[in-house]
Structure formats: structure tokens, C-alpha cells
């Protein structure tokens, strides 16, 4: 929770209980987290209190003297108020989803800042199980019931800023339904729900959600093998309020045009998309907080991104390279990146005419994916495995691999 949305929820909770909303500015907030501010007013300790869930001293906060109303709840202050001060203010995701306390004159039918909070944990939920598991159906109908959780809010009383928000993260929720099916090889589901999510992404003022769908709208392009309108979404990546000030978004955007350019056999101009892809990545520091939909970008991904491009413009050697340097920096959770990764690593292997250790390296995707059947996208990367290890493998090699994996390999999601 930034700074500027835990105020809003204050203000959303003074609010409920005043029936007026609360003033408190940003500036207030980044005096409580300074230390600054030690005690807030008292319309403003019940809201924190409320929010949170938290005795207002057991977020840091010192009484000045004798109180002249009658104290809050007593608390055990502790021992270092300035810590737990800036942990709440600076990291208050995992306070401010608490259930809020009931008032006398609370309005249930209000939307705050908490609803909107909620909503994006059952997202950071479904992005988890997708880079687990990958694109499957019971994914996309969890991220279509959230969506229309959300817009359902929209007919409760709240604030023109929570209202955007909603749609912002009902855009998200039709997103990944969206990601799913193009993972699971459900293309033409895909393609429906983009449209509708680019929609609530408008209706948001989100650049961020605007340039997640154009990402995923220049993914599913690439796999209808729509190479220039893969290339025009990637562009229009580019083009985002959020990608000219974000060097994180920027670097995303120049590797997905990288992708799509060399797809469309423009080598040189892909390559160059690929350098500056890697400069705008070395100016991100990882460490800062990010939307949850794009925590999967970093260098690991990056280096499979490129895996791709020197595979496909024919420098199969240097994207065997970037493979195994992804691979080397893949996180453990993400279970369906590393096995996608791993089929590549055996296209390039394959590709340099290496064919007995492709074949054991692909076999590893199905050990990685065990307990799961392999979705869609994984499955064509396969069958591209298959077609090429036919035309450079010996025939009994290529009847072997068949033989072997039949089962695992065209087993739908």
C-alpha cells in the first residue's frame, strides 16, 4: 500500500463513522511514517485503528501527555515505536486487508480503499497458481468471478478514485483470464477477453493496466503467428504513460517488440530492441515494489526473452547461453517458467545439431511439470521440438522421443 492509498483509506473511514470524508493529505501520512507526527488527531487514530484492526499504540504511535477525552484501548507500547511505525506505513499490505471493525453508524454499502485491497490479494493469489501451474480453465474462471466481483462494487456508493480503482483491478482480473487461455492454447478465448479488458483499463485511466493488456495482446498475436500486429502491440507497450517513466515497464516492452520483430524476420532491428531492453533493465532496482502482474520480469526472464530471439534469428549457441543464464536465475516458485525455459534450452541444443542432449534436456520439462498436465502454450513449443527433431534426427531417434513422452505431451489442460 502506497502512502497515497492508505490515506484514502483513512479518509474513507473517518468517513463511515462521520458520515463526512476525512481530510488527512499525503503530506500527514509521510509525517506519521517519518516519525514527525507521534500522535494523530483522534479522528484519525479510530480510522488507523479501524483500518488496520491495530490499538492505535501498537502501531507506533506515543499519547502527547494526559489525553483530555477519554483514552483509546490500552496497549503495551513497544519497545521501539519509530520501527513498528515505519513497518506499518511502509509495508501496510498485510495490515490494511484486515477485517475492519464494526461501528454503530458504518455504511456497508460504501466501497473504500479495503475493498480494492481485498480484491488485489485474490489477485497476487491467482498470478502465485499461475506461475506454478500455468494457463489452465479453473484459473480463468477465478480471474472472471473476481472481475465481475469488482464491477459488481461499481453499483455501491464510493469515490470517483476508488471507482477507477476498481476498474483498474477488474481489468486485471479479465487480463489473466485472458493469459490463461493463451497459455492454456485457448487463443480465440483469449483474444475476447483482451478486448474487454483494454476496455475497464480505459474506463481505469490506468496506464499500467493499459500496458499489461497490450502485453499480453502482443503474446497471444505472436502465438496466432499475427508477427506485424504483434509487432504494432508491442509498440503501443511503448507508447504507455507508465513505460516513459518506468524503466522496469520500458525494458518489458522493448524485449516483447525484440521478440515480435525477430519473429518477423527483421534480425537487425531486433537485436537492437534487445540491447535497449537490457540498458533500461539496468537502471530498475529490483528491490522496489511492483504491480503484482509484472513481478515475473527481471533479468531471468529477460535472458529466456532473449533465449528466444537468438534462437529464432539464428544464433542458436548464444540463446543456448541466455538459457542456462535463466535458468541460473529463475526463482524456485516459478515452476512453469523454468519448464518453459527448459524446452527452449532444447530447441537451441537441437538446433546446434547436439540431438542426444536435447532430447534428455526436453525430457526434463516433463519431471519439472509432474502433477500437472503441460498447458497448451508448452505443448506447441513441444511440437515444435517434435517437428524439428524429425527433420534433424535420425527417424528412430524422433520415434523413441514420441514413444516415450506421447502420453505427457498431448495431454490437454
Known amino acids: 500500500m502506497s502512502v497515497r492509498e492508505l490515506v484514502d483509506a483513512v479518509n474513507d473511514a473517518i468517513r463511515d463513522f462521520t458520515g463526512r470524508p476525512g481530510n488527512t493529505s499525503e503530506r500527514t501520512g509521510f509525517r506519521w511514517l517519518s516519525g514527525e507526527n507521534r500522535w494523530p488527531q483522534a479522528r484519525q487514530r479510530i480510522a488507523l485503528e479501524r483500518v488496520t484492526g491495530l490499538p492505535i499504540t501498537d502501531l507506533g504511535f506515543v499519547p502527547r501527555g494526559k489525553p483530555k477525552t477519554a483514552p483509546l484501548p490500552p496497549a503495551a507500547l513497544p519497545e521501539d515505536p519509530s520501527v513498528h511505525r515505519r513497518r506499518f506505513v511502509g509495508a501496510a499490505t498485510g495490515t490494511a486487508a484486515a477485517p475492519l471493525i464494526a461501528a454503530p453508524n458504518s455504511r ?28 489452465h480453465t479453473a484459473l480463468e474462471r477465478a480471474a472472471l468471478a473476481g472481475a465481475d466481483e469488482a464491477l459488481s462494487l461499481q453499483r455501491r456508493s464510493a469515490t470517483q478514485r476508488v471507482r477507477q480503482r476498481l476498474y483498474a483491478v477488474a481489468s486485471d482480473f479479465v487480463s489473466t483470464a485472458a493469459w490463461s487461455m493463451i497459455d492454456a492454447g485457448q487463443l480465440h478465448a483469449a483474444g475476447r477477453h483482451l478486448d474487454r479488458a483494454l476496455t475497464l483499463a480505459g474506463m481505469s485511466q490506468d496506464p499500467d493496466m493499459t500496458m499489461q493488456v497490450w502485453n499480453r495482446r502482443a503474446m497471444l498475436a505472436r502465438q496466432e503467428k499475427e508477427f506485424g500486429e504483434a509487432v504494432a502491440a508491442a509498440q503501443a507497450m511503448q507508447a504507455t504513460a507508465i513505460a516513459r517513466r518506468s524503466p522496469l515497464h520500458a525494458s518489458l516492452a522493448h524485449a516483447r517488440t525484440a521478440i515480435s520483430l525477430a519473429h518477423a524476420g527483421d534480425r537487425r532491428t531486433a537485436l537492437r530492441s534487445l540491447g535497449r531492453a537490457e540498458d533500461a ?80 534436456t526436453s525430457a526434463d520439462v516433463f519431471d519439472i511439470m509432474a502433477g500437472d498436465p503441460l498447458p497448451g502454450r508448452m505443448r506447441r513449443l513441444l511440437g515444435d521440438f517434435h517437428r524439428d527433431l524429425i527433420t534433424l534426427a535420425p527417424p528412430r531417434v524422433a520415434h523413441e522421443w514420441t514413444d516415450r513422452y506421447r502420453t505427457e505431451w498431448s495431454t490437454p489442460v
Open 108 to 135: 456497508p454499502q460504501r466501497v473504500g480503499t479495503s475493498d480494492v485491497i481485498r480484491l488485489r490479494d485474490k489477485m497476487e493469489t491467482l498470478v502465485q497458481l499461475d506461475a506454478k501451474r500455468g494457463g
Open 281 to 360: 533493465l539496468g537502471k530498475v532496482r529490483m528491490a522496489d515494489p511492483r504491480p503484482p502482474w509484472i513481478t515475473f520480469y527481471g533479468p531471468a526472464e529477460l535472458y529466456s526473452l532473449t533465449a528466444i530471439v537468438r534462437d529464432v534469428v539464428g544464433d542458436p549457441a548464444e540463446a543456448e547461453a541466455a538459457s542456462y543464464r535463466a535458468l541460473g536465475a529463475l526463482p524456485d516458485t516459478y515452476r512453469r517458467n523454468r519448464a518453459y525455459t527448459t524446452a527452449r534450452l532444447s530447441l537451441a541444443q537441437l538446433h546446434q545439431g547436439d540431438v542426444e542432449q536435447a532430447c534428455a
